[in-house]
DNA sequence: AAACTGACTAATA
DNA sequence: CTATTAGCCAGTT
């Protein structure tokens, strides 16, 4: 059999330079899905930021919690059950980094923003 | 292969 | 502010 030639992953190598992006993100700035999906050489592809973050495997030293939506709040993820944990894990290690919400929990891009 | 889904974005109303 | 529409594109079913 072909060593795994398949190798399904059309876009691995497309997660890489999205990741690799995601791994600039200095501390303490944000950046949204499609800052990212852009400066990887994948305009409109915010999507699949959002997919390859979701397939992110445990122990990658990936800032993940550094890459929020376009309004500046942190996304949420279908399964409510467990979204508000995360949401909520996520919110506190960026405040950790010095990012601030607002009350609404939102940042403010203009001044967290990645450039 | 068609339909569905989704950690998105932007424009409009 | 929310709701709706449309564009976007890959992974799943």
Redesign the pocket.
């Given at each position: 059999m072909p060593p795994c030639s398949s190798a399904?992953?059309?876009?691995?190598s497309?997660?890489r330079r999205i990741l690799a992006t995601i791994e600039r993100i200095p501390e303490g700035r944000v950046a949204?899905?499609?800052?990212i999906?852009l400066l990887a050489g994948?305009?409109?592809?915010?999507?699949?930021?959002?997919?390859a973050?979701?397939?992110?495997p445990e122990g990658s030293r990936v800032p993940?919690?550094r890459?929020?939506?376009?309004?500046g709040e942190?996304?949420?993820?279908?399964?409510a059950n467990l979204s508000g944990y995360?949401e909520g894990f996520?919110r506190h290690l960026l405040e950790e980094e010095g990012v601030v919400f607002d009350a609404?929990g939102?940042v403010d891009l203009d001044r967290f923003g990645w450039d």
């Open positions: 399904s992953r059309s876009s691995a497309d997660v949204t899905y499609g800052q999906a994948l305009r409109g592809h915010a999507r699949q930021v959002g997919y973050l979701r397939n992110l993940w919690q890459v929020i939506n376009a309004k942190v996304s949420g993820r279908g399964e995360w996520q609404r939102r």
